[in-house]
């Protein structure tokens, strides 16, 4: 054996096992299943329910709820998340949400990221689960506010329990119900499983590979519609990045977001509460500023390959828009302070109220339209 094979991690064999037999039954018997016996509607339609429900539950619960508290969720939606988060089979929700904060923390250092995307697509999507690397080894100073949490600590104390009991018995106790046994256990246990883990991980390894940088570029984070729709809304990733508070990853209506769905509706009839957004000023200015340092990127590319050309005007009228845009943030800040000055020291009247909505909606406004600018001016740089 070689020194660099000697001083590797040593593997993690229940894990390694776990993804390796599971994987191997989803590729070989679950088709050999299909082809010679067949599946019943039941069996596909508890396939895709509880796909949704593991899913949902990671997003909704693990992710957005517990590891980085975007909203409160009545005990009652909780303890559904405690149960069906423990059936994805992704570790308890202290174990997940410690590391998901040193992902946040520090993003592609590759010696304290736990699964940096610098260490390469295999190993931010599962490599880093299969040895005792000492970047994923839990740090649980992170979490202290969750260990308070009874649901969160019972969960942690009786995982294994949970988890194996709910892969096992949940799907026989279903294929048990349709008289289809091994045909439900096979697609709403087996496929099921494997679909979710390997969906889940896509979030570690594609969102920080491929797609937009549209917020910022100082950490490997994209936006991706494609991974969204795979990923129950995970997949505006870059914007998620930028704005870890917010509790929805794809902002536009039209963007495929079913954790935000699910949450927003869930405040309507009072089980969440205080969801919190990102004020939309601030999302435009993030987008605004990656947008310039993109045009400034480019202008001095095409100086370099083409000086002969005259850029002038060009870099005349992008030297003007960064002053436009300098004087839309300052007079946002101006606003911003008057308003937390006035809220601070007495009553606000509600026509105060009133303008201050429509002062910020003007001047988001002005930020959009200059947006549409860009693209434009953008078109004549490329
Ligand atoms: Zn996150
Ligand atoms: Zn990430």
């Known amino acids: 054996m070689d020194a660099t094979a000697a001083d590797r991690p040593r593997l993690l064999w229940v894990n390694v096992l776990m993804f390796a037999l599971t994987l191997a039954a989803a590729l070989v018997i679950v088709p050999w299943y299909g082809f010679t016996r067949g599946y019943s509607a039941a069996a596909w339609a508890w396939f895709a329910i509880l796909l949704y429900a593991n899913g949902l539950a990671i997003t909704g619960g693990y992710h957005r709820l517990w590891s980085h508290r975007t909203y409160d ?53 599962i490599g880093w689960m299969l040895r005792r690397y000492p970047s994923g080894e839990p740090n649980f100073d992170n979490v202290r506010d969750l260990q308070k949490d009874p649901l969160v600590a019972f969960q942690h104390r009786y995982y294994y329990a949970l988890a194996i009991g709910l892969n096992v018995l949940v799907p026989l106790a279903l294929g048990w119900l349709h008289g289809d046994l091994w045909g439900v256990f096979l697609l709403a246990g087996v496929l099921r499983l494997v679909v979710s883990h390997h969906f889940t991980f896509l979030i570690n390894s594609a969102a920080h590979a491929f797609g937009h940088q549209p ?14 729709f795979l990923t129950y809304g995970e997949g505006y990733h870059n914007f998620h990045h930028q704005f870890a508070h917010d509790y929805r990853n794809g902002i536009r209506w039209w ?35 990656m947008q310039f340092r993109r045009m400034e990127a480019s202008l001095a590319r095409k100086r370099a390959s083409l000086p002969h050309v005259d850029l002038e005007h060009l870099r ?64 004549q740089l490329a």
């Not at 998901?100 to 697509?121: E, I």
């Not at 917020?215 to 969204?228: I, Q």
């Open 73 to 125: 969720a009545h005990w009652s939606i909780r303890l559904v998340y405690m149960f069906l988060g423990a059936m994805a089979l992704q570790n308890s929700v202290l174990v997940w949400a410690a590391g998901h904060r040193d992902h946040h923390k520090h993003t592609d250092d590759n010696d304290r990221d736990p699964y940096s995307a610098g260490r390469g697509l295999w190993f931010s999507h």
């Open 215 to 228: 917020y910022s570029d100082e950490h490997s984070a994209r936006d991706n519609g494609w991974l969204a």
């Open 255 to 289: 963007q495929w977001d079913p954790s935000k769905w699910l949450i927003c509706s869930l405040s309507w009839v009072g089980l969440t509460r205080r969801l919190k957004r990102t004020p939309a000023v601030a999302i435009q200015r993030a987008r605004l500023a």
């Open 316 to 379: 005349a009228l992008l030297a003007r828009e960064y002053e436009v845009f300098t004087a839309t943030l300052a007079k946002w800040t101006r606003l911003t302070d008057a308003w937390y000055q006035r809220t601070r020291s007495e009553l606000v009247q509600r026509w105060e109220e009133a303008s201050f909505r429509s002062e910020t909606r003007a001047l988001l406004a002005e930020l959009r339209l200059q947006h549409r600018r860009l693209k434009l001016l953008d078109a």
